[in-house]
């Protein structure tokens, strides 16, 4: 009688979770009905539950799970038990490292605090060796379901992005989320935390259309035509008490961060940064995102934008002032290479070098911003006289100092001679060539340089062979 009155008044706490990909069979009504049977099988007493609905299994973001060890297992004025009460291992987390979910399973413990899976019973204490052998195996399939999950969510989102709509994430400032039919027609804007409840729906993004899209479209106007500085930007909404996102104050790299963001010319990017389960994120190369433009509609002018990125590009001379000491390495190697190959077409070495000076070449250093990869190409009033130039793109910070070969039209460049080519955009894929083919965009500069230049033709007449 004494040790039957002993098991009747043993306390625990119970402990649920359901994920939103979790089934219902999962619920957590369900995991607790399983759980009060297991405890009225074996007498005891739930004095306490924590749950976490709609979370997924890794420790991140699990505030139930938190308190569960905060206000019970490791506080020392809590009221006594002896079991936390879960209705499976995948129940208690989905932990990636095994030995995190046995870490926790230890702390219980190290508090004199036994968890049990309800569904597998308390331990075999006469075979420990097969219990924990089966923890472990449970433990690796919890961990293994929610890889290969992230997996399949992380494909979709994928696929879904590369059609222009939104894998998920909050609406940039002066943006919205709207949902789509199967139709891909509107049906309504989408309140915050709120998410499509059907799977074949959709969610694009809009301009808001409210005071927020207006102050959007102001900073770029103070930028653009206003010839406001970035730091006036932020003073000008500060002083007016107009605050960010964030309910607050503007500063530079915010108005940055906005006056770049490819979202306001309705460009759809994904995959800018990579942290499954709830690993570090780390960011992507430009090469790994996912870039649709035309997704949605544009809050922002595309020619509007395309000025504000030029002059944000010379708001940052020690970008292109690094690459000084590049850009003649990389004009003496591409000098050099055309002065072999001038050569042993029959020019002597002074004739190759008074060529190279008048050919139409032009550098520029790779840059690389919050959300764009750019290239300021500068001609002077003597290379717009022909029509096509080679632009070479120069990396500053590898040893591979050429990077890409480009075939501009000088029509291209603003009346101010200078071109901002963006990566990625029609310009870009049609202006871009291989190396194997810089030998005929040679033979083609110093074409035009003969049939433009009386005095070249008469100086370099072995050249009309050649081209």
């Known amino acids: 009688m004494l040790n039957i009155s002993q098991q009747k008044f043993k306390n625990a706490i119970a402990y649920y979770r359901h994920s939103a990909e979790d089934k219902q069979e999962n619920s957590?009504?369900?995991q607790r009905s399983h759980v009060e049977r297991f405890a009225y099988e074996h007498n005891l007493e739930i004095i306490h539950e924590e749950a976490d609905e709609g979370v997924s299994g890794l420790l991140a973001n699990r505030p139930g799970f938190e308190r569960l060890f905060i206000?019970?297992?490791?506080n020392p004025v809590a009221p006594h038990f002896e079991y936390v009460l879960v209705y499976d291992v995948s129940r208690w987390g989905r932990f990636q490292d095994q030995d995190q979910a046995g870490h926790y399973v230890y702390l219980c413990r190290k508090h004199n605090k036994e968890v049990v899976y309800v569904s597998r019973g308390f331990p075999d204490i006469s075979n420990q060796l097969f219990s924990s052998l089966e923890i472990s195996i449970q433990r690796y399939m919890a961990a293994e379901y929610s890889r290969q999950l992230s997996e399949k969510v992380f494909h979709g989102c994928i696929k879904v992005s590369q059609q222009g709509y939104s894998a998920g994430g909050k609406a940039a400032y002066g943006m919205t989320r709207q949902l789509l039919d199967v139709n891909k027609k509107p049906i309504r804007i989408l309140n915050a935390r709120e998410h499509k409840q059907i799977a074949n729906e959709r969610v694009t993004f809009t301009p808001k259309n409210d005071e927020t899209t207006e102050i959007v479209r102001k900073i770029f106007d103070l930028f653009v035509n206003e010839r406001f500085s970035i730091i006036e930007i932020a003073e000008y909404f500060n002083q007016k008490g107009i605050f960010s996102a964030n309910a607050k104050k503007w500063d530079t790299?915010?108005?940055?961060?906005?006056?770049?963001?490819?979202?306001?010319?309705?460009?759809?990017?994904y995959n800018k940064t990579w942290g499954k389960l709830k690993q570090k994120s780390v960011k992507n190369k430009r090469s790994e995102w996912i870039i649709v433009p035309n997704a949605f509609e544009a809050t922002i002018d595309k020619e509007v934008f395309k000025k504000a990125q030029e002059k944000i590009y010379w708001l940052f001379p020690s970008n292109w002032r690094k690459g000084i000491h590049a850009i003649k390495k990389a004009k003496k190697n591409i000098c050099n290479d055309i002065l072999q190959w001038l050569t042993s077409k029959g020019a002597s070495e002074f004739e190759a070098n008074e060529i190279i000076l008048e050919l139409p070449i032009i550098f520029s250093i790779k840059l690389e911003n919050i959300t764009n990869v750019y290239w300021c190409f500068l001609i002077s009033?003597?290379?717009?006289?022909?029509?096509?130039?080679l632009g070479i793109s120069v990396l500053y910070d590898s040893k591979k100092i050429i990077e890409e070969l480009f075939v501009f039209s000088t029509q291209n460049f603003t009346s101010t001679n200078f071109l901002i080519l963006m990566e990625n955009t029609p310009l870009y894929h049609k202006s871009k060539i291989e190396t194997k083919n810089l030998e005929e965009v040679i033979l083609n500069l110093l074409k035009q340089i003969n049939e433009s230049r009386r005095w070249f033709r008469k100086k370099y007449k072995f050249l009309e062979n050649l081209i």
Do not use: H, Q
């Not at 206000?71 to 490791?74: C, G, L, T, V």
């Not at 009033?381 to 130039?389: G, L, S």
């Open 253 to 269: 790299s915010k108005i940055i961060r906005l006056l770049t963001n490819e979202i306001y010319i309705g460009t759809r990017i």
């Open 28 to 30: 957590i009504a369900i």
């Open 71 to 74: 206000e019970w297992i490791e």
């Open 381 to 389: 009033e003597k290379i717009r006289a022909y029509d096509n130039v």
